[in-house]
């Protein structure tokens, strides 16, 4: 395992675990489903890997204001390389 790799592995699990933690906390009803996320992302490159842009989108469709947010870009540009850009229109999808 590279280096890199275990770096953005250790980034994703605890930001889910930020995520998780407040979904307990504030118990949101989430009405947004991270398909739509997903569909944006996996639109402009239908080769990327579809594991880890759906945690991203489904932490972005939490519902939790501040935690989901983050998560979400965190997640999609850190582990699954999308641009801030493309990430923050998929996290922005998943949030409505």
Known sequence: MTERFRIRLAAALGTLALAAGGAVIAAPAAHATGSECA???AGSNPGRS???V???CTVG???IT????AGCNTLLTQLSQVSAAKAASACTAARN
Do not use: A, M, R
């Open 61 to 63: 469709s939490l519902g």
């Open 39 to 41: 569909n944006l992302i």
């Open 50 to 52: 579809s594991t880890d």
């Open 66 to 69: 501040k935690v989901s947010d």
């Open 54 to 56: 759906n945690i991203s």
